[in-house]
């Protein structure tokens, strides 16, 4: 159980296109889902709190318009790297809150930008 | 906010000796600490936690201690094997708080 899966794995776009990776929870309702990014050799920085029908919970110096992430469902969060730049390049991870306080993460997204 | 310090930041051991692995949390509402294990390129898996209600708990080979007072806890693996070498995480959390707070991560190799 506390499966969560994320999609796509990897993608590469041109810069100032735009990148959604979903996130699902497949056999448990999540309420609760967060979206990280990691950097190489660093450590996981939140990004935002995504609530099931609510408007997301952004962390300070993180672009709301540019992070956009719509939780439509207790199973699905999406994020969306609007107009992306080689900058924005990074391992994206999100976690699905279960029970208590445990969080389960997907397998991660490694986007690039060209 | 919360601040997790994590030390050490590189860890190597001989296999078969013991990896002790120390995080200190700044503030004192937080009751939840987890330990996560990241692979190289792959997502960070839990592999043990505490509450704050506890001051000791082990499963196998792991265990982690809590210092409610101090505002410390610790990973111990003992009997480390190769398959240990990875990238460990520890973190925190508080009442009322899902949001978790990340160590900087210890990179932990295991020599055979």
């Known amino acids: 159980g506390a499966v969560v899966s994320q999609h796509p794995s990897w993608v590469i776009c041109k810069s100032g296109t735009s990148v959604k990776i979903e996130c699902r929870s497949l056999?448990?309702?999540?309420?609760?889902m967060f979206w990280y990014r990691q950097f190489p050799k660093q450590s996981l920085m939140l990004m935002a709190t995504?609530?099931?029908?609510?408007?997301?919970?952004?962390e300070q110096g993180v672009e709301k318009d540019k992070f956009l992430i719509n939780h439509a469902s207790l199973t699905l969060s999406t994020l969306t790297v609007t107009s992306a730049h080689p900058e924005d390049s990074s391992f994206y991870i999100c976690?699905?809150?279960?029970?208590?306080?445990?969080?389960?993460f997907g397998p991660g997204t490694r986007l690039t930008v060209l | 906010g919360e601040n997790v310090e994590q030390h050490p930041s590189t860890l190597s051991v001989q296999e078969g000796d013991s990896a002790v692995i120390k995080c200190t949390y700044s503030?004192?509402?937080?009751?939840?600490f987890p330990w996560y294990k990241q692979e190289l390129g792959k997502r960070p898996q839990l592999i043990i936690d505490?509450?704050?209600?506890?001051g000791e708990k082990k499963d196998q080979r792991i265990a982690v201690t809590l210092n409610k007072t101090a505002k410390h806890f610790s990973l111990h693996i003992t009997e480390t094997q190769p398959e240990d070498s990875a990238v460990y995480f520890c973190a925190a959390s508080g009442l009322g708080n899902e949001k978790l707070t990340f160590g900087t991560g210890t990179r932990l190799t295991i020599i055979p």
């Open positions: 505490i509450r704050s209600n506890v």
């Open positions: 995504s609530n099931e029908g609510s408007k997301a919970t952004y």
């Open positions: 503030d004192s509402a937080s009751n939840y």
């Open positions: 056999d448990f309702q999540a309420t609760t």
């Open positions: 976690s699905a809150r279960r029970l208590a306080d445990e969080q389960f």
